[in-house]
């Protein structure tokens, strides 16, 4: 992001939309050294300073920042098995993918998947280690659920984690057993972990150049700012890692978010790393109070459709919540807590209804997903001033998983989006990519239309009564998300922001709203330079 020179620009004849409610529309904008130093109507401009831009009336709105998304992850998956339609819709199609896969492999290598959902499979239910046998018994097969939070494994991984009909379940985690108390394959949450941490982990210098590649790709998605919401110290620390892929091309403003468990003997929370002005910086926290609707393992009320006795996982302690909060605080740091069913959005807001916030410049505490929040949540919530970071992809993409586990009218009732707004919470969107069973999970745009619509991408009905307009989704990947994140100087085009903006080949605010997941990124601009062009589309054709 170094500025090497003075440089002024004049950008003109655009159609901005400035995510300013004090000056929503613009035309014109003068960028003097990556910062914006004029915004307004060009026919209010007394001359045009600099290098001339013309935006050929194309729409422009403020770079995108994903509030919560795991970029590591999403660059590593880019590398791995992706066990979603359209290649993998059974699994059949599964093994078949994965026997490819073993061809090609070296030995001793692990074989990895993400993204499969059992509710989108021909055979309805999930893989077990036997169904992976049949690709392979010799190499270890990992194979990561959607939701992230549940992973099924070969009998050879098994083995190697050690992982017999005599382990028991460890803290937080559950391994899945038959009738004859043999290990499926299936590991839920800290399960995982036992498999996991045998895994052979890959070099600091080869995430980092991962990381750097999927930068360029997020900006073709118009996504300038991000956020690692499980940023780990160990073996690698997430920090040096992402300051060392700036170095080989990182280009967004990234915040980090340091799971509890690695903190605890770790103070990296230092005034050096958690210093926003820096590109790369620690901004919170992270804990995880359940696990997800799709994996039937959100920690929810009433319990899970048809399984009565299922009211999901709780997966924290009030003493750690109480723990984890005391250290946000004496840090000056967000505390960020994973929540998506009724009984641990509760949990969460009964903890710490009516506390005070510590921060100064954003809220203290955030509620990630959010997806099932009571009317008395919500109503706490905003009382207290917690804020609900949530992804209106997820009801999108998994419309099947939620009406299995749901129901079509609980369903409607989830991410009460509007309903969060009309009481005054603040909320940002963002995708959790890659955890949701989409092609292009970080796309903002299907996000976008999901909560505009409130349809699934099977034309389901997901609450049509939370509709929210595109003002507001735009809002929400911008202005709101920048005040959650607290990166500073981005998410509105206004006087002394960075000059951050996307260009779009179709005016977002004109377009029908089941067409906005058609819209491309033609241009990204960071600081007032062009760091992503798109080339498939002839630029500056008409919008529309
Ligand atoms: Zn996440």
Request: charged share 20%.
């Amino acid at each position: 992001m170094s500025i090497h020179k003075q440089s002024v620009r004049t950008f003109f004849n655009g159609k901005i939309f400035t995510a300013n409610p004090e000056q929503p529309y613009a035309n014109t904008m003068i960028v003097r050294n990556g910062r914006i130093a004029w915004i307004g109507e060009e026919s209010d401009l007394e001359r045009i300073e600099g290098e001339c831009m013309d935006l050929k009336g194309q729409r422009v709105i403020p770079g995108l920042i994903d509030a919560h998304m795991h970029p590591l992850w999403l660059a590593n998956a880019s590398k791995q098995i992706a066990c979603t339609p359209p290649f993998v819709n059974s699994i059949v199609d599964l093994v078949e993918q994965i026997r490819k896969s073993c061809k090609v492999n070296e030995t001793g290598k692990w074989i990895e998947g993400w993204g499969y959902d059992e509710g989108k499979f021909l055979e309805g239910r999930a893989p077990t280690r036997w169904d992976l046998d049949k690709a392979a018994t010799e190499i270890p097969i990992f194979i990561t659920r959607t939701c992230t939070h549940i992973a099924v494994v070969n009998s050879k991984a098994l083995e190697l984690a050690g992982i017999t009909r005599d382990t028991p379940d460890p803290p937080g985690g559950e391994i899945d057993r038959d009738l004859n108390g043999e290990p499926t394959g299936i590991l839920r949450e800290n399960a995982k972990d036992l498999v996991h941490c045998i895994m052979p982990v890959k070099s600091l210098e080869e995430n980092a150049a991962s990381l750097a590649e999927l930068s360029t790709f997020l900006l073709s998605r118009g996504i300038t700012a991000i956020t690692d919401l499980m940023s780990r110290t160990e073996p690698i620390d997430y920090l040096e890692m992402y300051n060392t892929a700036v170095k080989k091309g990182l280009k967004q403003r990234t915040v980090l978010y340091y799971l509890w468990e690695d903190l605890k003997d770790h103070s990296i929370l230092h005034s050096g790393n958690i210093n926003n002005a820096n590109q790369i910086h620690i901004g919170g926290i992270k804990l995880f109070a359940d696990g997800s609707v799709s994996g039937k393992t959100a920690w929810v009320n009433p319990p899970f459709l048809g399984d009565e006795e299922n009211y999901g996982i709780q997966t924290v302690t009030k003493e750690e919540l109480l723990a984890a909060a005391t250290a946000a605080e004496q840090n000056n740091v967000q505390l960020v807590i994973h929540a998506m069913g009724e009984q641990a959005i509760d949990f969460i807001i009964d903890t710490f209804y009516g506390k005070k916030g510590w921060l100064t410049d954003g809220p203290s505490i955030r509620i990630e997903h959010a997806a099932m929040p009571t009317t008395r949540a919500i109503q706490r919530a905003a009382e207290t001033g917690i804020a609900f970071v949530t992804q209106p992809i997820f009801v999108f993409a998994e419309i099947e998983s939620y009406h299995n586990n749901l129901g079509p009218e609980r369903t409607k009732k989830t991410y009460p989006i509007l309903s969060l707004l009309e009481a005054g919470i603040k909320v940002a969107f963002s995708s959790d990519a890659p955890a949701t069973a989409w092609a292009d999970p970080v796309n903002p745009f299907v996000g976008m239309k999901s909560a505009v619509t409130r349809l699934a991408y099977n034309g389901a009905d997901t609450g049509q009564i939370q509709k929210i307009d595109i003002f507001t989704a735009i809002m929400l990947y911008t202005k709101e998300a920048q005040e959650i994140t607290r990166i500073p100087h981005v998410g509105q085009l206004s006087v002394g922001n960075h000059a951050d903006f996307i260009v779009l080949n179709k005016d977002i605010i004109e377009v029908r709203p089941e067409k906005i997941d058609t819209l491309v990124v033609q241009e990204t601009y960071m600081s007032g330079n062009l760091v992503y062009q798109d080339h498939s589309v002839k630029l500056h054709t008409t919008s529309n």
